[in-house]
């Protein structure tokens, strides 16, 4: 699908339709993870981006209570990225006094996408709003379905539900590593988050062998100079 | 703390960055250190996730039914398969093998 061509009301419909079906996996997993669903809908209502979402759960799943502590800085870490969406944005959105909570709240892979691939300011600011609305619409009507669905199984082993949620995080990721830097930062992050673990308390492996594999990634950046 | 608290926490914490980006001035944005980080460190936690979910089980490194469900999403993947259906595959395949063995 073209994200630049067609107009854009339609445009924002499909690729809020394709994100919502996410929303269910979310939804399923975060309530099996421990959550209740009201805690759930909560998380996609107020942090609204789909892969501190899965950081935040997967965390907790491992970790239980003692864990929250790095998922809230797991989630907001990889949330880093929308801070930079938001200064690419600023120039064509330009929302003032209260819209700038409204357009931050937006602020996310898929908005973004369609903004930038569109020309011109008009075309650009509606692209911005008409995704992130419409993308907010079907996530969190997912992630109702999806909460309602995953209540229903008491072990999230029975379903593989475990290893859904790390194929989740996988398909995540997947687009940002087809190249050599990035595979070799996600192979030295598994690699070192593992091994973390067998020493750190849940949540921090990740923490640390990401922060390690950032570096590695620079090192090997300016190599390549 | 509890898991209301660490769920506000959490998302104002996730917020943050978003309304930084409207309220800073536009020269962070040239910064390309800056920007590269905040992508490499998306991989980074991601994929160390992904690792942690896969290969690990209470400090302990073990090698069960996901480790050949990650292999069939990753194959999936590659075939560009949509997201829903490598879930769903996934999950089924870790059940699959544990009704089996």
Do not use: H
């Not at chain 1, 309530?31 to 899965?54: E, K, P, Y």
């Amino acid at each position: 699908m073209s994200l630049g061509k067609g107009p854009v009301g339609s445009v924002a419909l499909s690729v809020g339709f394709a994100v919502g079906i996410y929303g269910v996996s979310f939804g399923a997993l975060s309530v099996t993870a421990g959550f209740d669903i009201w805690q759930t809908i909560a998380l996609s209502v107020l942090m609204f981006s789909g892969g501190s979402q899965f950081a935040f759960v997967a965390v907790f799943a491992s970790g239980g209570l003692a864990a929250l502590p790095a998922a809230i800085t797991s989630a907001w870490l990889v949330g880093i990225r929308n801070g930079f969406y938001a200064l690419s944005l600023a120039p064509t959105v330009g929302p003032r006094g209260f819209m700038k909570i409204l357009a931050s709240q937006l602020t996310i892979d898929e908005s973004t996408a369609v903004s930038t691939s569109r020309t011109g300011p008009k075309e650009q600011r509606a692209g911005f709003w008409l995704t992130g609305i419409s993308v907010f619409v079907f996530w969190n009507s997912a992630t109702v379905i999806g909460a309602l669905l995953g209540g229903v199984v008491s072990d999230p082993k029975v379903f593989g539900l475990d290893a859904a949620a790390a194929a989740a995080l996988f398909a995540l990721v997947w687009p940002r590593i087809q190249n050599s830097i990035g595979a070799l930062i996600a192979a030295c992050s598994i690699v070192l988050g593992c091994l973390f673990a067998l020493v750190l308390p849940s949540g921090f492996p990740v923490l640390a062998g990401a922060l390690i594999a950032v570096l590695i990634g620079f090192w090997f950046e300016g190599r390549k100079k | 703390m509890t898991p209301w608290i660490a769920v506000l926490v959490g998302s104002l914490a996730v917020f943050s960055w978003k309304f930084l980006g409207y309220v800073l001035p536009a020269r962070f944005l040239e910064s390309k250190k800056l920007s590269t980080f905040a992508g490499f460190l998306t991989i980074g936690l991601l994929s160390g996730l992904v690792g942690v979910q896969t290969f690990v089980s209470s400090q302990k490194i073990e090698f069960d039914a996901r480790v050949p469900a990650l292999l069939i999403a990753v194959i999936l993947l590659r075939f560009k398969v949509p997201f829903i259906v490598i879930v769903i595959v996934a999950g089924a395949t870790a059940a699959l093998l544990r009704l089996a063995f």
